[in-house]
Every structure is written in structure tokens, then in C-alpha cells.
């Protein structure tokens, strides 16, 4: 099949993270010393938009306004490194590019640092990206504008865009920002969430018919296609030939950073895939579920979107290296785990509490073989996966070969190692690797060999 080719029109934001550990105060004033341990660079904004799409299957190409400075010339490097036609962009001799730095400590944001302009771009720049729009537009499916209010889409290039676009018979799709959507007017459908809504409408969304009331505003006021509100937990609100409300998939909810964009990139692909907006909309639903499952602005894979929870969580010692979030406490135990009882769970949940993500490293049956036995384990490696993965409390199940998981956990590098009470007074594998190592007491009689004994009387 023909990939869905997609034109994001937007603001371009460098998302820059710095990691590190607070263990004083300075002396020169009351404030936390943070020593810096890593730092990361992400595309922010209207590139995390373009990050979703790729990694749904699209092709990609952007219109923007950047910088001539570090920040533009990273965002440059990025798109080429990631097959984005940037022809489209434009750059603005002595505008900053918006660079917003994180800096996290103990799993928590402690300050966000912004250096940006944020006036509306240059007359200059918005016929620039004009002209190049209407010379590339025939070649895209669909246009997205991503609106995060840094001065890209001036009501006047956000008119023109649409004009254009509506004269090629191209659907635009719009993440909108602020408080007055006139200039989004004659746009296919926009994205706002229920607090953005009620603030575009003056209506206050408490139930089914002002959410209705607020819906048809939208509509009507700026001639939609399509009118929807994005409700959260409830799923998304829409107002087509008639009002529905199609509900979300309930998966745990870790942060909702960026969710917006994975809902808008995901109706965009289903749209240009000839969908109907009900079945665009339930995607959008399932691909958000997984992105808010995640720390941080994830771009969701198509493939993850279709998986049920259980196979989510199933990972490669590969993918755990890049699900793993590196602002989060991330827990580790290990284990064959053949026939589960409630001992185990437990265990389990004792460990989860410890921190906010429990990497299970789970024994594959050749070290089970090795450690236990030629008739074990009861269950081979996929069911017992399986059956770990549906437990609430576990993120992740890892699989394992050899006799311990010392390689598994050098490459998780966990906060926080997990063992069972007997291993009191003993060495526990990884705990030279791990910050901190705890001991859970396991419950008097539970375990799978006392089953094994009871099922063979």
C-alpha cells in the first residue's frame, strides 16, 4: 500500500533534557546543586508530530521557521537523520530557534528553562513557506497544522494554508492553540482538548449536552467538517451527522506529555487511508493509550497500537533499552515464575511499590533446565510470559538465558533491585550494578515445588 504522505506546517521546538543528582545546597544561595549526568536532545513541538507520523508509517515533509543558531541547525540534522523533506523550511536571520531545557533530578522536573521568540515570523518568511506550500501540496494526502503558539502560524499564514489547501481538495487537520479559532476557519477539523474547548466556546463542559452545545459551536462558528474534543480518560467527543462519544482504551497512565500529537497524527493516517472518521477516531484512541503508557513524548509504533497489553510488555532485552524512561524509578527482580500463586503476587506487588516501573527478567526454560531440573519448567517460556505480562503491576517481562540476569541488569541499570527474604546475609547478583538493593520476605509455604509435591500425591 501507498504510505500516507503528510505536510506538517507548524512551530519546531528543540526539547533538551538534563539528568542529574542533588546531594547539597550551594553556598551561594538556598538552592539545590544538581550535577549534571546526561543530556539529551529530542524535536519538541511540531516535530514530535512528525516523530508520531513516521513512526506510524507515514512520509513526512515540513514547512517551519527556524533559526540561524545551534538549535536550527540541530532540527536540521534531526529531520534529515529521520528521511523528512525539508525543503520547506525557512530560515529567519536573527530569530531564535525555541529550545526549552529540562532539567530532572530524583525523577522529578526541578526547572524548565525557555529561550525563544515567540513574535510572529517575518512577512518574508510566511510567503516563503506559501510559495513552497503550493508548489510541493500536490505531492501530500493531507496537511497537519501544529499550533504551539511561537509565532509559525500567523492567523494570516494559517488563512492562506487553508485556502490553499481547500482548493486541492486536501484535509486539514489542526492542533489549535489559544483561545480564538477564527483564524483555523474552514479547516477539516480541529484537535482541542475539554480545557481548550470550554475557553474557545465560553461554554462550561459538565455534561453530555453542553458538551454537545460546545461541539456544534466549534462546528459552526468555524466550519468544520468535523467538530471534536478530546476528553481524556472519556475518550473523544464527536460531532459529524450526529453526536458520539468513542471511548479510549484503558491502559495505565504514566504521562500524558505529547498525547495531543499522537491523537492528531493518528487521525491523519487513518483519513488519508480512507477510513471513516469513527474508525480514525477509535485508532486515535488506541495509539494515544499506548503514548500516555509511556514517560515522556513517545512516538507510537503502528505495530504497538494493534497489540494487546500483554504484548506491549513483552520486549526484547533490545527494546528495553529505548522503552526504559530515564526520569522514572525503575525496579528490577527476576525469576522462573512456572506456575504463579499468590506468593508470587505478593512479591510482586511489594516490588512494584518500590518505584514506578518493575522490569521482570524472566528465566527462559533452557536456564530453568539448568538450574532446576530436565522436567522443568511445568510451562515454557511464552505461556509463563504471557501469564506475567496481564498482572497490573508489572511494566515489563524480559526473557533471560543464562543461570542469572547480571548481563540483563547491567543493561536496565535499575534504581532499585528486588530479591526474596532468603537471601538474607547472601551476595544478590547486580547489586554492584543497582543503587539500591531490598529484600522482600516471601510467604511461609507458597511455592511452585510444594504445587509440583501436591499434584504428584
Known amino acids: 500500500m501507498k504510505k500516507p504522505n503528510i505536510l506538517v506546517i507548524g512551530d519546531l521546538i528543540v526539547d533538551h533534557y538534563l539528568w542529574g543528582g542533588v546531594d547539597r545546597i550551594s553556598?551561594?544561595?538556598?538552592?539545590?546543586?544538581?550535577?549534571?549526568?546526561e543530556e539529551e536532545f529530542l524535536m519538541g513541538g511540531a516535530g514530535n508530530v512528525i516523530n508520531n507520523l513516521i513512526s506510524l508509517?507515514?512520509?513526512?515533509?515540513?514547512?517551519?521557521?527556524?533559526?540561524?543558531?545551534?538549535?536550527?541547525?540541530?532540527?536540521?540534522?534531526?529531520?534529515?537523520?529521520?528521511?523528512?523533506?525539508?525543503?520547506?523550511?525557512?530560515i529567519q536571520k536573527g530569530r531564535r530557534t525555541s529550545k526549552k531545557s529540562r532539567i530532572i533530578s530524583s525523577h522529578q522536573q526541578i526547572l524548565r528553562i525557555d529561550?525563544?521568540?515567540?513574535?510572529?515570523?517575518?512577512?518574508?518568511?510566511?510567503?516563503?513557506?506559501?510559495l513552497r506550500a503550493s508548489i510541493v501540496l500536490d505531492f501530500y494526502d493531507c496537511v497537519i497544522l501544529s499550533d504551539y503558539g511561537k509565532g509559525v502560524l500567523t492567523n494570516s499564514l494559517v488563512g492562506r494554508i487553508i485556502e490553499l489547501a481547500n482548493g486541492k481538495n486536501k484535509p486539514v487537520l489542526v492542533d489549535p492553540k489559544g483561545s480564538d479559532y477564527s483564524k483555523y476557519k474552514g479547516a477539516t477539523l480541529l484537535t482541542p482538548n475539554k480545557k481548550e474547548a470550554c475557553e474557545a466556546t465560553n461554554i462550561d463542559i459538565k455534561d453530555d449536552d453542553s458538551l454537545k452545545n460546545a461541539l456544534k459551536k466549534l462546528k459552526d462558528e468555524v466550519?468544520?467538517?468535523y467538530s471534536i474534543i478530546t476528553l481524556s480518560e472519556d475518550g473523544i467527543a464527536l460531532l459529524d451527522d450526529e453526536f458520539k462519544k468513542i471511548p479510549t482504551v484503558a491502559r495505565d497512565v504514566f504521562d500524558v506529555t505529547g498525547a495531543g500529537d499522537t491523537v492528531i497524527s493518528a487521525i491523519a493516517i487513518s483519513l488519508v487511508s480512507k477510513k471513516s472518521i469513527v474508525e480514525a477516531i477509535e485508532y486515535a484512541n488506541r495509539a494515544a493509550a499506548v503514548a500516555v503508557s509511556h514517560v515522556g513524548c513517545y512516538a507510537v509504533k503502528a505495530e504497538e497500537i494493534d497489540q494487546g497489553q500483554s504484548g506491549r510488555k513483552i520486549v526484547t532485552i533490545e527494546e528495553?533499552?529505548?522503552?526504559?524512561?530515564?526520569?522514572?524509578?525503575?525496579?528490577?527482580?527476576?525469576?522462573?515464575?512456572?506456575?504463579?500463586?499468590?506468593?508470587?503476587?505478593?512479591y510482586l506487588k511489594e516490588a512494584k511499590s518500590f518505584g514506578d516501573i518493575l522490569v521482570l527478567g524472566l528465566n527462559e526454560d533452557e536456564s530453568?533446565?539448568?538450574?532446576?531440573?530436565?522436567?522443568?519448567?511445568?510451562?515454557?517460556?511464552?505461556?509463563?510470559?504471557?501469564?506475567?505480562?496481564?498482572?497490573?503491576?508489572?511494566?515489563?517481562?524480559?526473557?533471560?538465558?543464562?543461570?542469572?540476569?547480571?548481563?540483563l541488569i547491567k543493561v536496565i541499570k535499575p534504581n532499585i533491585l528486588v530479591k526474596g527474604g532468603d537471601y538474607e546475609g547472601r551476595e544478590?547478583?547486580?547489586?554492584?550494578?543497582?543503587?539500591?538493593?531490598?529484600?522482600?520476605?516471601?510467604?511461609?509455604?507458597?511455592?511452585?515445588t510444594n504445587i509440583i509435591k501436591r499434584c504428584s500425591l
Open 27 to 37: 553556598p551561594e544561595a538556598p538552592v539545590q546543586v544538581v550535577d549534571i549526568k
Open 57 to 90: 508509517g507515514g512520509k513526512v515533509g515540513v514547512c517551519s521557521v527556524i533559526g540561524d543558531d545551534e538549535g536550527g541547525e540541530f532540527l536540521q540534522k534531526r529531520l534529515g537523520e529521520k528521511g523528512v523533506v525539508k525543503e520547506g523550511l525557512t
Open 115 to 130: 529561550r525563544e521568540d515567540k513574535e510572529d515570523i517575518s512577512k518574508k518568511s510566511e510567503d516563503l513557506i506559501v
Open 223 to 225: 466550519e468544520l467538517e
Open 320 to 346: 528495553i533499552i529505548e522503552l526504559l524512561p530515564k526520569n522514572r524509578k525503575i525496579v528490577f527482580t527476576n525469576g522462573c515464575f512456572d506456575i504463579l500463586h499468590s506468593g508470587h503476587i505478593k
Open 368 to 407: 530453568i533446565k539448568r538450574l532446576k531440573g530436565e522436567n522443568r519448567p511445568i510451562n515454557e517460556f511464552a505461556d509463563r510470559a504471557e501469564v506475567m505480562a496481564a498482572l497490573e503491576m508489572i511494566d515489563f517481562v524480559v526473557g533471560f538465558s543464562d543461570d542469572t540476569p547480571y548481563e
Open 428 to 448: 544478590v547478583v547486580g547489586s554492584d550494578i543497582a543503587d539500591e538493593t531490598r529484600l522482600v520476605q516471601f510467604v511461609d509455604g507458597k511455592s511452585t
